[in-house]
């Protein structure tokens, strides 16, 4: 029985390298019009536009702010991701812990207002806490 090689980025790369700048602005072109996160990537990693965090903002309250009158739940793991996101698009430390911030005020203001949660939801907000901590919060940056 033979093992099939799975593609990785070297392949994707060595096609890329042959291919000239109008090609490529294409194909960067496509990814662009293809999803919101594509276009959210692309305007933080160029500061394009006024407002680069508030894509990120919009998903890290709508995962952990979410209307449970309408039946949707919370999702740490999505909000903790799209902040992951940013950090990889942009390497915006400031950035980056202004949206942690927000994680910790979203998630905050929903047990304010509907009582307590779980453990794994307080386990969450305390290791966002940590993690901006150990990011430098309070030494200026």
Known sequence: MSKTKKTA?????????KKDKGELLKLVGDLYSLTQDNKAFIHSRFRIGKEQLEPYKKV???????????????RLSAGRKAIS??????KDTI???ELMVHYLE???QFTVNFGDIDEQFYSSLASMFKRGASRGWGRGF
Do not use: M
């Not at 996101?85 to 942009?90: I, L, N, Q, S, V």
């Open 9 to 17: 980025w070297r392949d994707v790369k060595a096609i890329l390298s």
């Open 60 to 74: 890290i309250s709508d995962v952990l702010y979410p209307d449970i009158y309408k039946n949707k739940s919370i």
């Open 85 to 90: 996101e940013y950090r990889k698009a942009t």
């Open 95 to 97: 950035g980056s812990i």
């Open 106 to 108: 979203c998630g905050n």
